[in-house]
């Protein structure tokens, strides 16, 4: 259980530490030209508000959580990977999706949301393109494992 705990904190502000130094780069950049728009950008260039790093802190470790819970074994062991793979992405997603409406993190208009909605499916895409080459190689090896099986049984 000390283990998985270390992993769980590790994982969590190895990811925190990412988003807060991408947000900090784009506060610095765009600065007081998109202050009070949102509430990353409330303070414009003098940085992000304390309450959006807290919130940030949550929503890394709401979103660990959802990946450890779909990545173990624990709770879904006789599902799919792909599946369960597809399922984690949605659910990170939707995570992610619910602390940016609660939050106001982002202005809500459909480019935002667009382009929120095609950073996870790209990934997702990517992943379904992997598991898709993974099971075309796993049923190759199988078809190459059964002819060398016949061949060899005389």
Known sequence: MKKHLQKYIRSVLFSFG???????????LL?????????????????IPAAVVIQF??????????RGLFISDAVFKNMKPALRLILALLSMFLTVL??????????LNPLVLAVFAVSFLIPAFSVAGMLR?????NERLAAALQQYKSGHSA
Not at 18 to 28: P, Q
Not at 98 to 107: E, S, Y
């Open 57 to 66: 802190l949550l929503a890394n470790m709401a979103v660990t959580a959802v």
């Open 18 to 28: 990412l988003c807060i130094a991408a947000i900090t780069v784009f506060v610095m």
């Open 133 to 137: 080459r993974e099971r075309d190689e």
């Open 31 to 47: 600065g007081d030209t998109v202050r009070d728009e949102t509430a990353i950008t409330a303070l414009g260039s003098q940085g």
């Open 98 to 107: 619910a602390f940016i409406l609660v939050c106001g993190w982002f202005p």
